[in-house]
């Protein structure tokens, strides 16, 4: 039978380390209209890590312990993160509801295209709720911006046979955003 | 447009749903994209995950921004001699994804490293090395009337807590500060859950010392 031991080295949190993991999720995650807020985002979700690490105030009583895991702290990590960009859509929407007669100062710059790009989003989803179901999921994770070879991991599939999923679904996916009468 | 800014495009538009979505993530789904991203989730959750990023952009989202945390940092330097730090029997996906998490473990690597070192026997290896293990065949199928899950103890004085989902991770039974590694889910909760459906299963340990250890999740099916 395995034994568990609490006994791990006390170590430091290296903050540069952490704020670059969270800058590179906020990056790849931040849409255009949050990028006035992408500093903030990054600083406040990695004080909340950070006081959850210190104060022990995670849903467990050895979340907050210097034995902390690098791993659990990125799992701290992601569930902060999605809140503050929840709390910033919140605070954003608030705004917009409080200041209808001022552009807000986050306002997309091109708001036409902006939607433009949600509307495609729409026929997107749409066109996937159509599509075989194993083409459906090689292309989702195309659209979530994996390879084919990522996909192929992720999905446990066969290479080859995830890149012919993908290449057809790409296909019937412009097929049908083109009967739709939208083109990208 | 070239084939590339058409892909971009694409993306672009799909994954720009989650600006207007107005669902959110629970907590359990949350935490299911999580463990499949880690790789913890066995292949058929794991699809049935990602085909609901179809049509859940909020889920999407939650998704790319755990990709995202658990991607390699460019920026950060790697040891030559990096440890092992996912145990490959736990792992279900080949050497690329540990070695990118790896790297991101290494970028981090002042925060504490919980050696996860799985070896073929459930015993300990080395000072700090800990592993919560099932006490049940893998995928066995156990009779609803004796659904008892058991695992490996912690040191005197843990307290455990599980939970039960079922395949699609709707939560079944969730009970914390069980004092004894063994739980039984009650009859009447199974009740309603078909025979041969798949049952998921986890447990944190948490020590004396506040230390919380997290199990891999465990698969068994219902009689």
Known sequence: MTSVTAELPRRTVDITALRRALARAVGRVCPGWLAADRDDLVQAALLRVLRKHEAGAGDDPGEGTPQVASSYLHKVAYSVLIDEIRRVRRRRETSLEDEASEPPRDQPAD????????????????????????????????LQGHTVVEAARILEWPEK??????????ADLRA????KGMRP | MSERDDLDALRHGFQSLAETATGEVSPADLAAVWSAVQGDLP?????????????????????????????????????????????????SWPAPWLAAAAVVILGVSAVVLVPRL????????????????SLLIPSAAIARDAFELRWTAGPPGSRYRVRVTTEDLQVLAEVTDLDAPVFRVPASTLAGVPAGAII????????????RLTSPTFVNRVQ
Do not use: K
């Open chain 1, 111 to 142: 708001p036409e295209r902006v939607a433009a790009s949600a509307e495609i989003g729409l026929g997107i989803q749409s066109c996937l709720g159509n599509m075989a179901h194993d083409r459906r999921l090689a292309v989702t994770l195309h």
């Open chain 1, 161 to 170: 046979r995830t890149e012919n999923l993908v290449y057809r679904g790409m």
């Open chain 1, 176 to 179: 049908c955003l083109t009967a």
């Open chain 2, 43 to 91: 292949p058929e959750t794991r699809r049935a995950l990602v085909d609901r990023l179809a049509t859940e952009p909020a889920l999407a989202e939650a998704w790319r921004i755990a990709h995202a945390l658990e991607a390699p940092d460019a920026s950060a330097p790697v040891a030559p001699d990096a440890p092992a730090v996912f145990p490959p029997s736990r792992r």
């Open chain 2, 118 to 133: 799985r070896e073929s026997a459930p015993v300990l290896r080395q000072p700090g090395v800990a592993e919560v293990e």
């Open chain 2, 200 to 211: 998921f299963w986890q447990v944190d340990v948490m020590t004396p010392s506040t230390t």
